[in-house]
């Protein structure tokens, strides 16, 4: 059996653009990309913490050191700028696997900066003004 897992996660960041009349997708900042080991044409969650909006997508690469969060196509109807998001990607492990595998959790600031990566997504970083939920990994 394959577990759908949490692969990696760009926590809060900030959307700085959306443009409906691209053809689909989220551009995102590669320094971003590669902190959270995201590849483009990845498959991705965005959740619209701002408004509850939810959708899958996929990666386009942006500029290194640009902040963009950009989501494009019709998706932009329901994320707007300036709201705030998740981006989650999953990974299909076997049990062994999803068992000792560490996903990639990025927080960022409100420039999309990174703050902290960590690996277990139910803990948040000190000074980030957001409470930990669930029982922190390894404390079973």
């Known amino acids: 059996m394959q577990h759908n897992m949490l692969y990696a996660k760009l926590h809060r960041v900030t959307v700085t653009q959306a443009d409906p009349d691209y053809v689909g997708s989220v551009t995102i900042d590669r320094t971003l990309l590669e902190a959270a080991r995201l590849m483009p044409g ?32 019709a998706a932009a109807h329901l994320i707007n700028p300036g709201d705030i998001a998740i981006i989650i990607a999953y990974a299909q492990m076997d049990e062994a696997e999803a068992r000792s595998f560490v996903p990639r959790v990025v927080f960022v600031d409100q420039h999309n900066r990174i703050v902290d990566i960590g690996g277990d997504p139910a803990l948040v970083p000190a000074g980030y003004g957001l409470a930990a939920s669930g029982t922190p990994r390894g404390q079973l």
Request: net charge negative; glycine share 16%.
């Open 42 to 73: 990845e498959r991705v969650d965005v959740v619209d913490v701002t408004n509850g909006n939810r959708l899958t997508t996929y990666v386009i690469e942006g500029e290194a050191g640009s902040g963009q969060i950009c989501i494009n196509g």
